[in-house]
């Protein structure tokens, strides 16, 4: 029949090494709750979760050439090249096996769009953006007590003027093609994971339909 509907369906039919995926990206700035939400949408929606910035500090860990350059970059503020991120979540997604994926904390610009749609040939499904304000999440990051690295204020400054310049065009990228489903992060955590399983409940009973 060739319907504009059955084209944006192939579009949708997004493919990692022969296999069709379905990816939601998770945005939000730092503190902003989304690894939380992220533990509860994989328990309860067999989702893979896969964080950006662990899998840098993972490769940073490894002690690899690779590593130390991600490691400088971190700590300067700056973004980490597309390429090398974009890498890591290929290898991570093809080595879990699963179909369905949480990317957390990426694309963090323009550019890492872009790249990660023209390297993997993967639109995501929807874009889930946790937003909530600087001063809440800036009160939760120094109540953490990780030892990271990238949690003192000066840092947290940084990361929060990277996230605006850089993650809100992707959204309003992601926002003029009805992409994103946005998400009060300010509120408790069970009362942010309630609005969470709305959209997520309606994603799955789409996918069977």
Same mark, same amino acid.
């Given at each position: 029949?060739?319907?504009?509907?059955?084209?944006?369906?192939?579009?949708?039919?997004?493919?990692?090494?022969?296999?069709?995926?379905?990816?939601?990206?998770?945005?939000?700035?730092?503190?902003?709750?989304?690894?939380?939400?992220?533990?509860?949408?994989?328990?309860?929606?067999?989702?893979?979760?896969?964080?950006?910035?662990?899998?840098?500090?993972?490769?940073?860990?490894?002690?690899?050439?690779?590593?130390?350059?991600?490691?400088?970059?971190?700590?300067?503020?700056?973004?980490?090249?597309?390429?090398?991120?974009?890498?890591?979540?290929?290898?991570?997604?093809?080595?879990?096996?699963?179909?369905?994926?949480?990317?957390?904390?990426?694309?963090?610009?323009?550019?890492?769009? !872009? &790249?990660?749609?023209?390297?993997?040939?993967?639109?995501?499904?929807? @874009?889930? *953006?946790?937003?909530?304000?600087? =001063? /809440?999440?800036?009160?939760?990051?120094?109540?953490?007590?990780?030892?990271?690295?990238?949690?003192?204020?000066?840092?947290?400054?940084?990361?929060?003027?990277?996230?605006?310049?850089?993650?809100?065009?992707?959204?309003?990228?992601?926002?003029?093609?009805?992409?994103?489903?946005?998400?009060? !992060? &300010?509120?408790?955590?069970?009362?942010?994971?309630?609005?969470?399983? @709305?959209? *997520?409940?309606?994603?799955?009973? =789409? /996918?069977?339909?």
């Amino acid at each position: 029949m060739g319907s504009a509907t059955e084209a944006i369906k192939d579009v949708s039919e997004n493919l990692l090494g022969g296999k069709k995926v379905a990816v939601v990206f998770v945005l939000g700035g730092p503190g902003s709750g989304k690894g939380t939400q992220c533990a509860n949408i994989v328990e309860h929606y067999g989702f893979s979760h896969l964080s950006a910035g662990d899998l840098l500090r993972a490769e940073i860990k490894s002690g690899s050439e690779n590593g130390t350059m991600i490691q400088n970059m971190i700590k300067e503020g700056k973004i980490v090249p597309s390429e090398v991120t974009i890498k890591l979540l290929q290898t991570a997604m093809l080595e879990s096996g699963n179909d369905k994926f949480l990317i957390d904390g990426f694309p963090r610009n323009e550019e890492n769009r !872009a &790249a990660f749609e023209r390297v993997t040939g993967i639109v995501p499904e929807f @874009v889930l *953006f946790f937003d909530c304000s600087e =001063e /809440e999440m800036e009160r939760r990051l120094l109540g953490r007590n990780q030892g990271r690295v990238d949690d003192n204020i000066e840092t947290i400054r940084k990361r929060f003027k990277v996230f605006v310049d850089s993650s809100l065009p992707v959204i309003e990228y992601y926002d003029s093609r009805e992409k994103v489903k946005k998400i009060d !992060a &300010a509120k408790p955590i069970s009362e942010v994971f309630e609005d969470v399983k @709305v959209i *997520f409940s309606s994603f799955a009973s =789409e /996918e069977t339909a």
